[in-house]
């Protein structure tokens, strides 16, 4: 529920409102803004009687929410979120368009390696690299699981580049946690929700992919566990969803990048990657999502592709990614962003 206030009402008014809200065991939740102020009530489970505030003559009016999410959606917070990772670099906002790059799984130290300093050189602020895989087949590469996290780790600390890596279960998040800048939720596991709650337990930055099938309700819902466990810091990221085409891997739904930007102050990244499935396909997508607005994107790139132990067919060669960087920026510039590092 939003409780919209008149521009007269003083801070003894929202105190006393806020008070009939924990009176009825729910929550009250700040909305600051230029135009409006509002408290947003949370805590419910099912429709809230309105009347112990309905008679208040600081209230102007009384919004009853009834989508599956509150604290992610633009009533809650109408300025978008701006997500930091480290240091000046932040996604989100007017915040310059985030690259993040790097192999599909982490095969050896040599390969993450290579691949950080290639990309510390291209200006590009986070590695990604999986240690714990979600493979289809049981008999695929799994990854490299705790030495990868380890090597992953070495790697930040050498080179100083920031680190995002997937994690697949609650029992994972603190040793991940731990050794890398950013957690990333996989589409397999958008609504394992004892892992959204485990993420939302830690305050570090969570890439959320959106489900093969996830509708962007049920995407907006999962990213509002993370926030009600007490993480604000979460990006989605836009990965493809399943569809009866099979010539990509997965359809590109760029749409939702300025949908679910209309409706959710989080910032929106895509990956076009796993989005198209083929090496050809990842730079006109990229850039096609610059023009839809993205805050980010999430490319994999690998010092071999050809012998890659997973994803190697929609990974970029070195030289093939420093063309996207260079096209991306352009047109970056173009749609009046800047790509820095
Ligand atoms: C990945 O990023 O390597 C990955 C497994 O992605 P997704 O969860 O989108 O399939
Ligand atoms: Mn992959």
Redesign the pocket.
């Known amino acids: 529920m939003l409780i919209v206030l008149h521009h007269a009402a003083t801070v003894k008014d929202i105190e006393r409102i806020n008070k009939t809200i924990a009176k009825c065991g729910l929550k009250p939740v700040a909305i600051p803004g230029a135009e409006r102020t509002a408290i947003g009530v949370i805590g419910n489970q099912g429709w809230i009687d309105d009347s112990p505030f309905r008679e208040n003559r600081a209230v102007l009016e009384i919004i009853h929410v009834t989508k599956p999410y509150k604290l992610v959606s633009r009533d809650f917070h109408p300025q978008d979120s701006v997500v930091k990772l480290e240091g000046k670099v932040t996604v989100g906002g007017k915040s310059p368009l985030l690259m993040i790059a790097g192999p599909?799984?982490i095969e050896s130290y040599g390969q993450i390696l290579t691949t950080a300093k290639f990309l510390k050189k291209c200006g590009v602020p986070v590695l990604?690299a999986?240690a714990y895989?979600?493979r289809t087949s049981p008999h695929s590469f799994q990854g490299m699981r705790e030495e990868g996290i380890r090597l992953l780790n070495k790697v930040r600390k050498e080179t100083g580049i920031l680190v995002v890596t997937?994690v697949m279960s609650p029992e994972q998040v603190d040793l991940v946690a731990e050794h890398v800048d950013i957690l990333?939720i996989?589409?397999?596991n958008m609504q394992n929700y004892d892992l959204l709650n485990e993420v939302g337990r830690t305050k570090k930055p969570v890439i959320l992919?959106r489900g093969l099938s996830g509708t962007v309700e049920e995407w907006l819902a999962s990213a509002e566990y993370i926030l009600l466990a007490g993480n604000p810091n979460v990006i989605l990221?836009e990965?493809g969803i399943r569809t009866f085409e099979t010539a990509t891997r997965n359809t590109s739904d760029l749409s939702v990048i300025p949908l679910v930007k209309s409706i959710s102050h989080l910032p929106v990244i895509f990956?076009p990657s796993?989005a198209t499935g083929k090496r050809k396909l990842v730079l006109p997508m990229a850039l096609a999502s610059v023009v839809a607005g993205t805050d980010g994107i999430?490319i994999?790139v690998h010092p071999d592709p050809e012998n890659a132990l997973s994803?190697g067919a929609q990974s970029l060669h070195f030289r093939e990614f420093e063309n996207l960087q260079k096209q991306v920026a352009l047109l970056a510039d173009f749609a009046k962003k800047k790509l820095k590092a």
């Open positions: 599909c799984a990604r999986g895989k979600p997937e990333q996989g589409a397999r992919k990221c990965r990956d796993h999430m994999e994803d």
